[in-house]
């Protein structure tokens, strides 16, 4: 059975950083693209990062881009985002997530692309 189980969040400062981790089991990483997102309440779910299959690619969505960065170790088969000089409104719950059907050298931010999600863990940013 898949599952995805997110760890790492929690109270942080205005410039700080956090290394989310998601931890996959039931599949092998190498066959599945991965996707962060995080969500607000009253907003859409967003998509901010995600990497390929084959680990060779990488997207971030323009919020986090430049600050944020995602990884992979395929023999822990966790995927990490690390989240630098932290702001108020990168404050949300954040969700890995798993898309199954995306070409090797792929990844997209599409949240409808992925069918498996973690149960989310609490971000948030605030002096």
């Known amino acids: 059975q898949l599952q995805l189980v997110e760890s790492g969040g929690g109270l942080v400062q205005p410039g700080g950083s956090l290394r989310l981790s998601c931890a996959a089991s039931?599949?092998?990483?190498?066959?599945?693209?991965i996707g962060w997102f995080r969500q607000v309440p009253g907003k859409e779910r967003e998509g901010i990062s995600c990497?390929?299959?084959?680990?060779?690619?990488?997207n971030y969505s323009d919020s986090v881009k430049g600050r944020f960065t995602i990884s992979r170790d395929i023999s822990k088969n966790t995927v990490y985002l690390q989240m630098n000089s932290l702001k108020p409104e990168d404050t949300a719950v954040y969700y890995c997530?798993?898309?199954?059907?995306?070409?090797?050298?792929?990844?997209?931010?599409?949240?409808?692309?992925?069918?498996?999600w973690g149960q989310g863990t609490q971000v948030t940013v605030s002096s």
């Open positions: 997530a798993a898309d199954g059907g995306v070409v090797q050298a792929m990844c997209v931010l599409t949240k409808y692309r992925y069918d498996d």
């Open positions: 039931g599949f092998n990483l190498n066959y599945y693209g």
């Open positions: 990497i390929s299959p084959s680990g060779g690619t990488t």
